[in-house]
């Protein structure tokens, strides 16, 4: 996990309804507010960042959605 430990979050997505293409799309993304490392394991893609900016305690929701929204989107 990136080191960060004030803002540091983790997420999993199932990749019963995810793919690790939506995902890669969305760190790509959110590059800019963010450090990411992911990790594609068993049934489960598994992202952990740290923010680099503290304000951003929203981010791990939104990036969530975004990833949701790639998949809607068709481009997952």
Partial sequence: MPSDEAT???LLFDKRVYN?????????AFGHLARFQ?????????VSGAGKN?????LPDEFANYVLGVLCQGGG
């Fill in 54 to 58: 503290a304000r951003v305690c929203s």
């Fill in 8 to 10: 540091a979050w983790r």
């Fill in 38 to 46: 992911v990790r594609s394991s068993g049934n489960f893609i598994e």
């Fill in 20 to 28: 690790l293409r939506a995902v890669r799309k969305a760190v790509k």
